[in-house]
């Protein structure tokens, strides 16, 4: 079992993708600090969710220090 450990990302940016049969996902941009260094990734959302953020906002991830601080969106 792989536990990610909490933390709270920045927000940097937000940008809508398009898939398959006109449907849409956004790509939340944001970067976080763990472990003395800071971190920037990405992770796909619905676009209902991502509409309520604006860069510089915050938002809960999980992370993975043993995989190269993969990380998540939570919330």
Known sequence: LVVGLP???EVSSI???DLAFGEKRARVHYEF???GAVYRDTD???PAI???WRPGD???I???PRDQYDSVIVG
């Open 7 to 9: 933390a709270v990302a």
């Open 15 to 17: 940008h809508l993708e």
């Open 33 to 35: 600090e763990a472990d």
């Open 44 to 46: 796909k959302v619905l």
């Open 50 to 52: 991502a509409h309520r």
């Open 58 to 60: 915050r938002v809960q």
């Open 62 to 64: 999980l992370y993975l």
